[in-house]
T-cell receptor
Framework: KQEVTQIPAALSVPEGENLVLNCSFT??????LQWFRQDPGKGLTSLLL?????REQTSGRLNASLDKSSGRSTLYIAASQPGDSATYLC???????????FGKGITLSVRP | NAGVTQTPKFQVLKTGQSMTLQCAQD?????MYWYRQDPGMGLRLIYY???????DKGEVPNGYNVSRLNKREFSLRLESAAPSQTSVYFC????FGWGTRSSTDTQYFGPGTRLTVL
């Protein structure tokens, strides 16, 4: 059974800092890995999707990498801002019908 | 486009009552999903539907039923609510459908329904 782990559960950093959020998964036979953002009281928004054949994806200040062989992904946020404060969830797609297995998320707080 | 919409936004039930959570998407997606999100447990799949007319159990289906009314709508029913079903429920949809293995398919989520069962 696929398991997705995100540690730590919470992180607090000062504004402007570059930071890395980690995600690990147990089964490397995946189709893709996705990072989502969730604001308090809201639904999830897709940030980046990395296909199994890719090593990384970039969108603005966000860069996500994937190392399938070691079962790890990182989300790099450059020059963090208070508006980046949210919960970031990692999810892997490892079967048909696009079903996802989610990690429990990392709650990020960026202090002004 | 409204994307994925859910009704109601909030609901309080008494133990034993029934209710249906509604979900609709306007993106012509084939697959739809119901999740519940609990503190410390993360998001868990309840049921999914990979095409109109088909539904399948996810990780935590007990106590729930679903109906894929048409391509746009996917409802979740609690026949006899229990306090353990207090949670935030999310509906999601994705483009690809039954038997498809796409490495680029992502899910689009609704805003959620906050359900409390007393």
């Amino acid at each position: 059974k696929q398991e997705v782990t995100q540690i730590p559960a919470a992180l607090s950093v000062p504004e402007g800092e570059n930071l890395v959020l980690n995600c690990s998964f147990t089964d490397s036979a995946i189709y893709n890995l996705q990072w989502f953002r969730q604001d308090p009281g809201k639904g999830l928004t897709s940030l980046l999707l990395i296909q199994s054949s890719q090593r990384e994806q970039t969108s603005g200040r966000l860069n996500a990498s994937l190392d399938k062989s070691s079962g790890r992904s990182t989300l790099y946020i450059a020059a963090s801002q208070p508006g980046d404060s949210a919960t970031y969830l990692c999810a892997v797609c490892a079967g048909a019908n696009s079903k996802l297995t989610f990690g429990k998320g990392i709650t990020l707080s960026v202090r002004p | 486009n409204a994307g994925v919409t859910q009704t109601p936004k909030f609901q309080v039930l008494k133990t034993g009552q029934s209710m249906t959570l509604q979900c609709a998407q306007d993106m012509n997606h084939n697959s739809m999903y119901w999740y519940r999100q609990d503190p410390g447990m993360g998001l868990r799949l309840i049921y999914y539907s990979a095409s109109e007319g088909t539904t399948d159990k996810g990780e935590v289906p007990n106590g729930y039923n679903v109906s894929r009314l048409n391509k746009r709508e996917f409802s979740l029913r609690l026949e006899s609510a229990a306090p353990s079903q207090t949670s935030v429920y999310f509906c999601a949809s994705s483009e690809f459908g039954w038997g498809t293995r796409s490495s680029t398919d992502t899910q689009y989520f609704g805003p959620g329904t906050r359900l409390t069962v007393l």
